[in-house]
């Protein structure tokens, strides 16, 4: 690098100044080198040398001033220009940008201005280049502040692991009263967990900026959470009583042969003992039409026994139960024997296996189904606190507070929203957006065992964030409906799918608009959550109500949620009209859905009545979901 600035410089000398500022924009900030590793904590090492061979330089420097002036302001003019900007950042590390920098304040400006900012966030912020793709200049306004201490400390965030947050934040709440250093420790967590807010913010005020549409999710093929797992218990439900009505078709009654002297009241006899209304039973069809078949192969050879010669078709063995019994008893445990694949899983399409290592997931929360390896609107990732979440318009981001804690009260929430105000931030959040506190460490008793129920029940509970509702925040779980008036105007039914514990769904409290839906009755498969199965879900196939709408073009919706709704009811009278009522609008009705991810894909969106808005709100409704 040296001997590309001396060529750059006309062959001339190079000495760097020692005369920096004290302020934080200039100067290293010592404060955060206990989180610093090896690489980046080197940057000072290269400051006290370049300080120590500079100040030998003024010592044996001539007085002249002709020569010093020039060589620093040509420095400066070269590292102005876009195009060398570009070139150098491309062959050098942090590490020598950021020694760069402690030239002169004239070198630290050429490098940290309007021009040549978003050239330095591009090299070294995740995934900055892609929100520059989809910024639109006409409405874009830069109103978010980052300075260069901004971008050191959001640098250090980048390399601190997450674990050492909670271990602060334990050690001071294991302690009555905190020490100083831990005191001052936690003031840097506190300035590194808003220094990443602050990126991920200014990521978003980007790539929310664009006209264009995100690619829909209901575009991609359906998404499939491998529901043919084998092992899995197979819970399998009769079709409703009102199904045995006149929805099922009956047979043509067969006329019996009219031999001389045949009795065809009799006949007729045989053929009535067997119910219409009634389904036969596979046993019973296959007897009949070998016995058809061997009667037209006899011809009238074969007399009745009744004398007359009268030719009769002999009646079905008797049943045993009923045929809804029969075929509910015969299936119920098919999961639990069944070794090879089913007619129904040889005709599910083959699994999409991911094309490289790099396609998304969701660490330990489990892979997202949305993503693939093709272009999506969400960007790979691998944990929900990946930068690259941040640049995408169908997943809610998360921003960091610190504030040790082991309950989030109406204290602690207030001091999280504190936090973002004194750093200003509270401003650019928009309704939706996800507060992570990285101080919170839920306590466990110690008279509580760590695999009884009520730990595990604990353990969910601790599953908690903070949703910006747009005036404050609120405590959120993931697996309860997000706290908000119009859950429809969010970008994305997806939009906190990335913060969903494996093979769960999300749920809304919806208002569906008025739509004229087309009902079908379906036998449905579906994966439910078990905590009584040994593989956490069970497979659940029953018959269920659909209605199908278009909202493709509905103006109050979210652009992720345009397309076809196909709304599932119970498979009964009831379960019917509460889709109605559903359909109706207004606060009557107002509902609690689940997004079906494993149903949805292909142009549609899948959405599971769950309960109506008083039922939701019952702690005995609340314990079974």
């Given at each position: 690098?040296?001997?590309?600035?001396?060529?750059?410089?006309?062959?001339?000398?190079?000495?760097?100044?020692?005369?920096?500022?004290?302020?934080?924009?200039?100067?290293?900030?010592?404060?955060?080198?206990?989180?610093?590793?090896?690489?980046?904590?080197?940057?000072?090492?290269?400051?006290?040398?370049?300080?120590?061979?500079?100040?030998?330089?003024?010592?044996?420097?001539?007085?002249?001033?002709?020569?010093?002036?020039?060589?620093?302001?040509?420095?400066?003019?070269?590292?102005?220009?876009?195009?060398?900007?570009?070139?150098?950042?491309?062959?050098?590390?942090?590490?020598?940008?950021?020694?760069?920098?402690?030239?002169?304040?004239?070198?630290?400006?050429?490098?940290?201005?309007?021009?040549?900012?978003?050239?330095?966030?591009?090299?070294?912020?995740?995934?900055?280049?892609?929100?520059?793709?989809?910024?639109?200049?006409?409405?874009?306004?830069?109103?978010?502040?980052?300075?260069?201490?901004?971008?050191?400390?959001?640098?250090?965030?980048?390399?601190?692991?997450?674990?050492?947050?909670?271990?602060?934040?334990?050690?001071?709440?294991?302690?009555?009263?905190?020490?100083?250093?831990?005191?001052?420790?936690?003031?840097?967590?506190?300035k590194l967990a808003l220094a990443h807010s602050r990126i991920?913010?200014?990521?978003?005020?980007?790539?929310?900026?664009?006209?264009?549409?995100?690619?829909?999710?209901?575009?991609?093929?359906?998404?499939?959470?491998?529901?043919?797992?084998?092992?899995?218990?197979?819970?399998?439900?009769?079709?409703?009583?009102?199904?045995?009505?006149?929805?099922?078709?009956?047979?043509?009654?067969?006329?019996?042969?009219?031999?001389?002297?045949?009795?065809?009241?009799?006949?007729?006899?045989?053929?009535?003992?067997?119910?219409?209304?009634?389904?036969?039973?596979?046993?019973?069809?296959?007897?009949?039409?070998?016995?058809?078949?061997?009667?037209?192969?006899?011809?009238?050879?074969?007399?009745?026994?009744?004398?007359?010669?009268?030719?009769?078709?002999?009646?079905?063995?008797?049943?045993?139960?009923?045929?809804?019994?029969?075929?509910?008893?015969?299936?119920?445990?098919?999961?639990?024997?069944?070794?090879?694949?089913?007619?129904?899983?040889?005709?599910?399409?083959?699994?999409?296996?991911?094309?490289?290592?790099?396609?998304?997931?969701?660490?330990?929360?489990?892979?997202?189904?949305?993503?693939?390896?093709?272009?999506?609107?969400?960007?790979?990732?691998?944990?929900?606190?990946?930068?690259?979440?941040?640049?995408?318009?169908?997943?809610?981001?998360?921003?960091?507070?610190?504030?040790?804690?082991?309950?989030?009260?109406?204290?602690?929430?207030?001091?999280?929203?504190?936090?973002?105000i004194d750093e200003g931030l509270w401003e650019h959040l928009?309704?939706?957006?996800?507060?992570?506190?990285?101080?919170?460490?839920?306590?466990?008793?110690?008279?509580?065992?760590?695999?009884?129920?009520?730990?595990?029940?604990?353990?969910?509970?601790?599953?908690?964030?903070?949703?910006?509702?747009?005036?404050?925040?609120?405590?959120?779980?993931?697996?309860?409906?997000?706290?908000?008036?119009?859950?429809?105007?969010?970008?994305?039914?997806?939009?906190?799918?990335?913060?969903?514990?494996?093979?769960?769904?999300?749920?809304?409290?919806?208002?569906?608009?008025?739509?004229?839906?087309?009902?079908?009755?379906?036998?449905?498969?579906?994966?439910?959550?078990?905590?009584?199965?040994?593989?956490?879900?069970?497979?659940?196939?029953?018959?269920?109500?659909?209605?199908?709408?278009?909202?493709?073009?509905?103006?109050?919706?979210?652009?992720?949620?345009?397309?076809?709704?196909?709304?599932?009811?119970?498979?009964?009278?009831?379960?019917?009209?509460?889709?109605?009522?559903?359909?109706?609008?207004?606060?009557?009705?107002?509902?609690?859905?689940?997004?079906?991810?494993?149903?949805?894909?292909?142009?549609?969106?899948?959405?599971?009545?769950?309960?109506?808005?008083?039922?939701?709100?019952?702690?005995?409704?609340?314990?079974?979901?």
């Amino acid at each position: 690098m040296a001997a590309a600035v001396h060529g750059a410089l006309g062959g001339h000398s190079f000495h760097p100044t020692p005369s920096l500022t004290n302020s934080f924009d200039s100067a290293p900030d010592s404060e955060y080198l206990v989180f610093l590793p090896n690489s980046v904590s080197g940057v000072h090492n290269h400051k006290k040398a370049f300080q120590s061979i500079a100040s030998a330089k003024i010592r044996s420097r001539p007085n002249s001033v002709l020569f010093h002036v020039p060589s620093q302001a040509t420095l400066a003019m070269v590292l102005a220009q876009r195009g060398v900007l570009a070139r150098l950042l491309d062959v050098i590390t942090w590490d020598e940008f950021y020694t760069l920098t402690l030239v002169s304040q004239g070198v630290r400006w050429s490098l940290w201005n309007t021009a040549s900012k978003e050239i330095v966030l591009s090299r070294f912020v995740p995934s900055f280049h892609l929100a520059l793709r989809w910024r639109d200049y006409r409405l874009w306004q830069d109103n978010i502040p980052m300075s260069f201490g901004d971008l050191e400390r959001s640098i250090v965030s980048f390399e601190t692991p997450l674990h050492q947050y909670p271990m602060h934040a334990l050690s001071v709440l294991s302690t009555e009263v905190p020490t100083p250093e831990q005191d001052v420790m936690t003031q840097r967590c506190q300035k590194l967990a808003l220094a990443h807010s602050r990126i991920v913010l200014l990521l978003q005020s980007m790539v929310h900026s664009s006209l264009l549409p995100p690619r829909s999710e209901l575009d991609e093929p359906g998404w499939k959470l491998n529901i043919a797992q084998p092992g899995l218990r197979e819970l399998t439900f009769p079709a409703p009583l009102s199904y045995f009505g006149p929805q099922v078709t009956e047979r043509p009654k067969l006329e019996p042969r009219r031999n001389s002297g045949g009795s065809p009241a009799k006949a007729k006899l045989v053929h009535h003992q067997k119910s219409p209304s009634m389904p036969s039973s596979p046993v019973t069809d296959d007897h009949r039409r070998l016995t058809n078949r061997r009667n037209l192969a006899q011809g009238g050879k074969r007399l009745s026994v009744f004398g007359n010669g009268g030719s009769r078709v002999p009646p079905p063995p008797p049943l045993q139960q009923p045929p809804s019994l029969q075929y509910y008893s015969g299936t119920w445990r098919r999961g639990l024997t069944r070794s090879s694949a089913s007619d129904e899983d040889i005709l599910q399409p083959p699994k999409r296996r991911f094309l490289s290592v790099n396609a998304s997931s969701d660490s330990s929360l489990g892979s997202d189904p949305t993503q693939s390896s093709g272009a999506t609107s969400t960007p790979p990732s691998t944990s929900p606190h990946d930068l690259h979440m941040a640049t995408s318009r169908t997943r809610a981001p998360i921003v960091r507070v610190f504030v040790p804690c082991s309950v989030l009260c109406d204290e602690t929430i207030a001091l999280c929203e504190e936090q973002l105000i004194d750093e200003g931030l509270w401003e650019h959040l928009s309704v939706g957006d996800i507060v992570c506190n990285f101080g919170y460490v839920p306590s466990l008793n110690d008279d509580e065992d760590e695999g009884s129920p009520v730990s595990m029940h604990r353990s969910e509970e601790h599953r908690r964030w903070l949703i910006f509702t747009g005036d404050r925040l609120v405590v959120f779980d993931p697996m309860d409906p997000p706290p908000l008036q119009d859950a429809l105007s969010l970008p994305s039914p997806f939009y906190y799918s990335h913060i969903l514990p494996p093979f769960s769904n999300t749920k809304f409290r919806l208002t569906l608009p008025p739509f004229k839906p087309h009902f079908t009755l379906s036998h449905q498969t579906s994966t439910i959550y078990s905590p009584h199965s040994a593989a956490g879900q069970v497979r659940v196939k029953k018959y269920v109500w659909l209605a199908t709408v278009d909202a493709s073009n509905h103006p109050t919706t979210g652009d992720g949620w345009r397309g076809m709704w196909v709304l599932q009811g119970e498979g009964t009278k009831e379960g019917k009209q509460a889709l109605i009522d559903s359909l109706k609008g207004g606060v009557q009705g107002e509902r609690l859905w689940e997004i079906v991810r494993e149903k949805s894909g292909g142009g549609k969106l899948w959405l599971r009545l769950v309960a109506s808005l008083s039922q939701s709100h019952s702690p005995h409704f609340r314990s079974l979901l």
